[in-house]
């Protein structure tokens, strides 16, 4: 039996989608500390809102929209899915983080500060091995790197995984919803404090490639890259990828990200337009002149799932809930090569609850093209009493 229950409603009428989310969640068992939500940004969010509201009123209840939600079922696009966490093997604090627009790092290590010591103040036995952080974050704030960075310094040995916010493929309007209102330009960042085992993970199914890239002109600030190795940007990247500086796209870079390493560790940074007018690429991550990367090249996704989870259930048993940002970027390469109905398949044997994602965080970093999750184990007595 799950602890944390899992729902989904592929109702298009808000009214329709909040009553089934509450009646699969709340209306039985015991008390939510928390309801976690991802939804289609096709619905209407200010009729969601208010249905939302009206369905699970003091309930705590934080969510976003996405590029695509990963439900019980699987991979599904137009829906809203939900998780719960019981009061009974949950202790969750939350904390808003508003204009993260204009965002500045102490901002951050202060409010981080704080969280954490009114965190461990309610909770004195909390570290990193009976809780962890969960971030949700506007994905076309631009603020990311500063917001993740300021945060995961001040969490110790506090894990933290977060997704960025998305509305599909649009880049207009991405909302967080926070109580009982939908809202942008905003970051949550949740602690759990569980006896649950949990683990906390960061994938990608890239390898480097064999030549160096060094970018020569870039701005930080708008993610743009003008300059790779001395040349512009498309022309470069092209040249790197195997292809014709006329057919780079989305696509191909979604398939061949620039990876960079960081503390041993590959980490992807993914591509969010191509500009051949201009010859630039606009990127999804902060990249600034003189970073060394590579242009990666793919492994099969499917396996790099697959073996994903693998590790983690020898790890820590039966998996009760995964909590999942899956890139975006991700999502398209499955839908282009057909292999959703695969990674449906995986997430559904793993209990894999989240959201496509405009981009993944993972500790102090902020990436793309990845899948980052906290994997959460089966209640021991439960598993015991079930087997005996």
Same mark, same amino acid.
């Given at each position: ?68 939600? *990963? ?74 790197? +500063? ?75 708008? +993610? ?118 695969? *990674? ?45």
């Amino acid at each position: 039996m799950a602890v944390i229950k899992k729902a989904v409603s592929q109702y298009q009428d808000a009214r329709q989608a909040a009553d089934e989310l509450f009646q699969q969640l709340c209306e039985t068992g015991p008390s939510p500390a928390l309801c976690l939500f991802f939804c289609s940004p096709n619905y209407d969010l200010d009729l969601l809102e208010k249905e939302l509201s009206r369905c699970f009123g003091d309930i705590p209840l934080v969510g976003c929209t996405t590029a695509g939600e *990963i439900t019980p079922l699987g991979y599904q696009e137009g829906s809203i899915t939900a998780v719960a966490f019981p009061k009974s093997h949950f202790k969750i604090v939350t904390q808003r983080l508003d204009n993260i627009s204009q965002f500045k790092i102490q901002d951050g290590m202060d409010i981080g500060g704080n969280l954490v010591a009114n965190f461990k103040k309610s909770i004195p036995t909390a570290n990193g091995h009976n809780s962890f952080a969960f971030m949700l974050i506007d994905g076309i704030s631009n603020a990311e790197e +500063r917001v993740t960075a300021s945060i995961g310094s001040q969490l110790g040995d506090i894990p933290l995984v977060g997704g960025s916010t998305a509305d599909n493929w649009d880049l207009k309007k991405t909302h967080i919803f926070f109580n009982g209102h939908f809202l942008r330009d905003t970051a949550v960042v949740i602690l759990f404090h569980t006896e649950l085992p949990f683990q906390v993970q960061y994938a990608h199914h890239y390898v480097p490639g064999n030549e160096r890239a060094v970018i020569t002109e870039a701005d930080p600030i708008t +993610r743009i890259v003008h300059e790779i190795n001395g040349l512009p940007a498309t022309q470069e990247y092209a040249r790197l990828c195997g292809v014709d500086e006329k057919d780079l796209s989305i696509s191909v870079c979604s398939n061949h990200p620039i990876l960079m390493k960081i503390g041993g560790k590959y980490y992807s940074r993914g591509v969010v337009e191509v500009n051949h007018d201009a010859q630039t690429i606009h990127f999804a991550c902060a990249i600034g002149k003189g970073v060394v990367c590579s242009i990666a090249r793919p492994s099969d996704p499917v396996a790099n799932t697959r073996q994903l989870f693998q590790e983690i259930r020898a790890e820590i048993g039966p998996l009760d809930l995964v909590l999942g940002c899956d890139c975006a970027a991700r999502k398209m390469i499955y839908e282009q090569q057909g292999l959703m109905d695969d *990674i449906s398949q995986i997430y559904v044997e793993n209990n894999v609850i989240g959201f496509a994602s405009f981009g993944e965080q993972y500790n102090t970093i902020h990436m793309n093209n990845s899948f980052c999750c906290i994997a959460i184990g089966k209640d021991a007595e439960i598993v015991e009493k079930n087997n005996a």
